[in-house]
């Protein structure tokens, strides 16, 4: 999560309409501040795809921060995200300021499904009234919404619309949602969020007592190796996504696919201890992962794992 200076202005009607360039840099700025971007800021992005991946990102983005408010009360934040909805309903023939003007280009041009922008929108709402998912299967239906409509936006803006690679990407993308969730245990929960499935916190014997205190207890670890060898799972089940598209995305996906696994292992590295230190990937990391990419062997990431345990 981060912060938009200012959200009702970017949908906000202007005397004059926003010139498409205008909208397209003000949603490529918006990205590129960000810094869970690593997928969407790529300049292995081609230029003709990468002005609409911004356009996606921002209505996201500001749609995220209206979701986190602060000083709002849920039902206000409902009532905006609400807005925000209506307004992606009407982008395309009426839009109101520069993120939504891009945006109705991209539905235009790209003719991208609407649906997926709406399921976007979908999670947001959910996560003003739900802070705590009660099973792993409870938050894959979350996933379902807040993380699988990126990929398969993704996918239609390089033609790619069958139902075999929006499987593959749906997994890839429910697992990085789910990596960004177990490195962000400590931020989330200041935040009054728990992404740890509630069942899975009374099976390893972790309280919330546990986490306001930020200190890794046995149980924790225990919890989250747990967690992230779920997370691996559905990485390694998505792994053959990346050799059924062609181009620079190949090699977009299979970076963004081991970044999200290198998460993964900094997290177990760490010893679990997400509240010290906030895992992330780092310059240092880079190179590693585009000798990976470049020499792409998925099957051998999961093996050298099992052989580390």
Same mark, same amino acid.
């Given at each position: 999560?981060?912060?938009?200076?200012? +959200?009702?202005?970017? $949908?906000?009607?202007?005397? /004059?309409? %926003?010139?498409? *360039?205008? #909208?397209?840099?003000?949603?490529? &700025?918006?990205?590129?501040?960000?810094?869970?971007?690593?997928?969407?800021?790529?300049?292995?992005?081609?230029?003709?795809?990468? +002005?609409?991946?911004? $356009?996606?990102?921002?209505? /996201?983005? %500001?749609?995220? *921060?209206? #979701?986190?408010?602060?000083?709002? &009360?849920?039902?206000?934040?409902?009532?905006?995200?609400?807005?925000?909805?209506?307004?992606?309903?009407?982008?395309?023939?009426? +839009?109101?300021?520069?993120?939504?003007?891009?945006?109705?280009? %991209?539905?235009?041009?790209?003719?991208?499904?609407?649906?997926?922008?709406?399921?976007?929108?979908?999670?947001?709402?959910?996560?003003?009234?739900?802070?705590?998912?009660?099973?792993?299967?409870?938050?894959?239906?979350?996933?379902?919404?807040?993380?699988?409509?990126?990929?398969?936006?993704?996918?239609?803006?390089?033609?790619?619309?069958?139902?075999?690679?929006?499987?593959?990407?749906?997994?890839?993308?429910?697992?990085?949602?789910?990596?960004?969730?177990?490195?962000?245990?400590?931020?989330?929960?200041?935040?009054?969020?728990?992404?740890?499935?509630?069942?899975?916190?009374?099976?390893?014997?972790?309280?919330?007592?546990?986490?306001?205190?930020?200190?890794?207890?046995?149980?924790?670890?225990?919890?989250?190796?747990?967690?992230?060898?779920?997370?691996?799972?559905?990485?390694?089940?998505?792994?053959?996504?990346?050799?059924?598209?062609?181009?620079?995305?190949?090699?977009?996906?299979?970076?963004?696919?081991?970044?999200?696994?290198?998460?993964?292992?900094?997290?177990?590295?760490?010893?679990?201890?997400?509240?010290?230190?906030?895992?992330?990937?780092?310059?240092?990391?880079?190179?590693?992962?585009?000798?990976?990419?470049?020499?792409?062997?998925?099957?051998?990431?999961?093996?050298?794992?099992?052989?580390?345990?």
């Amino acid at each position: 999560m981060g912060t938009f200076a200012d +959200p009702a202005a970017a $949908s906000s009607p202007t005397p /004059a309409a %926003t010139s498409l *360039d205008d #909208a397209f840099a003000c949603c490529e &700025a918006l990205t590129r501040s960000h810094y869970e971007n690593f997928p969407v800021g790529s300049r292995l992005i081609p230029a003709r795809v990468r +002005p609409h991946v911004y $356009s996606v990102y921002a209505f /996201a983005r %500001t749609a995220d *921060d209206l #979701a986190d408010e602060p000083g709002l &009360a849920p039902g206000e934040r409902t009532r905006r995200l609400d807005e925000w909805d209506a307004k992606l309903a009407s982008c395309t023939v009426a +839009p109101e300021g520069p993120i939504l003007t891009a945006l109705g280009e %991209t539905i235009r041009s790209q003719h991208i499904p609407r649906r997926h922008l709406h399921d976007l929108l979908h999670a947001f709402k959910m996560d003003v009234v739900t802070q705590r998912h009660r099973t792993f299967n409870h938050l894959l239906s979350y996933c379902r919404y807040s993380a699988a409509p990126v990929g398969r936006l993704i996918l239609h803006l390089f033609s790619y619309t069958d139902a075999r690679r929006g499987f593959l990407s749906d997994l890839i993308c429910t697992a990085l949602q789910l990596a960004n969730f177990w490195q962000d245990v400590a931020i989330d929960f200041s935040r009054g969020r728990i992404y740890l499935p509630q069942d899975d916190m009374d099976r390893f014997g972790v309280t919330e007592d546990d986490l306001a205190r930020g200190r890794p207890t046995d149980g924790f670890r225990a919890l989250l190796a747990c967690e992230i060898e779920r997370t691996r799972v559905l990485f390694l089940r998505g792994a053959e996504l990346p050799d059924l598209v062609s181009g620079r995305l190949k090699y977009e996906l299979r970076l963004t696919w081991l970044g999200g696994l290198r998460i993964l292992d900094k997290i177990r590295t760490d010893e679990y201890d997400v509240f010290d230190c906030r895992p992330k990937i780092k310059k240092r990391d880079i190179p590693g992962l585009f000798f990976r990419a470049l020499f792409w062997n998925p099957r051998a990431c999961g093996e050298s794992r099992l052989r580390s345990q």
